[in-house]
């Protein structure tokens, strides 16, 4: 598993598990073409809703609340981190490693072509990607932190 794929896995697996609706043993499978019926969203401890199913045919992307699961684990941690503008923080808020050679493996994954020495550089560019990746793949991550 690569490091983008563990961040994303140690931050979704926060999220929490999608409602799903017992069927009925006595009910008639369903017809062909026929949709199932919507689970409501459950709701975070803030009273956000926290994960949602999106009702479009065919889907079964759950979508995340980045910013509620991280903020969560930062008022969690003893250690003042601010994962919303850094790639070092966001990392060592799920519990990666977050030294130089790992973000440099990281930027590698993600085709960094900037010099990887240039750590300031390349710390920018990744937090921005991960965040991306994150809002590519299910995360909702607020519109700011994308621009």
């Known amino acids: ?5 563990n961040l994303m896995s140690k931050i ?15 009910a008639a ?3 062909a073409g026929a949709q199932p019926a919507a689970a409501p969203a459950p709701a975070s401890a803030a009273g956000a809703p926290a994960a949602k199913t999106p009702s479009a ?20 941690n ?20 977050s030294s130089f050679g790992a973000r440099k493996q990281l930027a590698k994954e993600l085709n960094y072509t900037g010099d990887p020495n240039d750590s300031a550089a390349m710390n920018v560019w990744l937090h921005k990607q991960v ?3 994150l809002s ?12």
């Open 57 to 76: 045919p065919g889907t079964a992307v759950q979508v995340v609340d980045v910013a509620i699961i991280l903020d969560g684990l930062s008022a969690k």
């Open 29 to 31: 499978p369903p017809k």
């Open 136 to 147: 590519e793949n299910g995360g909702k991550v607020p519109a700011e932190l994308l621009d």
């Open 12 to 26: 979704f697996s926060h999220a929490p598990a999608p409602t799903v609706a017992a069927a009925s043993t006595s």
């Open 131 to 133: 965040l991306i990746k």
């Open 78 to 97: 003893a250690e003042k981190l601010d994962w919303k503008r850094s790639i070092v923080d966001l990392m060592k808020l799920v519990g990666m490693d």
């Open 1 to 5: 598993m690569g490091l983008l794929s």
